[in-house]
């Protein structure tokens, strides 16, 4: 089933795979190579919530390597295009022209620029599909930032949970207390990791704004019950390689299990009373 809003194509919904509610929704980033790919985005869900329905929300994110494929930087280049095709963006900056840099830079700020309006045309489709309420968000690198601005404009609680990876969004408490505040019983997941090189030099060479983003800095809001700031390093290489098998089972044992527990020690308790 897809599923778009009748006034605005920047965004569909494609339903990837089969299963039960409540439906999680991904959202890939710049460097996602095509928006088409999602097998990596299933192993790391299997881990997490395998009996859930999994949508994709498919938006122009930016695919490097065709736009730099289609500029003819690399056609002379053999050494660069299979640097490219790999997102080896530390090797891309380091061997190639400063005219190179400048295209990454600016298909990064195109991308970072449309994620307001994606994320605002993702709140209407979750207000009015009653299926898609208690949905749980999952946005890789600018994809967590489309999940900010999702939160942001939806007047009412109907998302469960939100796991940021890589996330390309600041982490300021001024930013996301607003959002707390409209998603009271919320889970936000941030996952980072300081071998994400793309956001160290993404920050550095001014493709970011100057606040620090969450996928290298903890959200600074103190709220046990609502924010979990988890250190991914040891499963996450680079700003690619969060989405895997190891990390969604690492999140499982950490997050959702304890949580489960918790769960059913208050059942327990609630029965025998």
Known sequence: MTITNDFNKTLILKEVKGGDFPAVIIINGFLSGSDEKIDDWLLFI???????????????????????????????????????????????LAATSTIAVNKIAGLWSGAFNETRRVGQDLSVLINKNKEL??????????GARVVYHTLSHLDKSVVSASYLLAGAVSSEENEWKPVLLSHKSIKIINCMSNNDFVLKTAYKIGCLFDHKPIGLFPLLIKDEFSIF????????????SFKNKEMGRYLNKKILEPRRIKQRILAIKNSSE
């Open 46 to 92: 299997n881990e997490l919530y395998p009996k859930n329905k999994v949508y994709h929300a498919k938006w122009n994110a930016g695919d490097l390597l065709s736009a730099l494929k289609n500029d003819g930087l690399f056609s002379v280049n053999k050494r660069l295009l299979m640097l490219a095709s790999s997102f080896k963006l530390k090797a891309i």
């Open 133 to 142: 309420h208690g949905c749980i968000l999952m946005g890789h690198s600018l």
């Open 229 to 240: 700031n988890v250190d991914v390093s040891k499963y996450a290489s680079g700003h690619l």
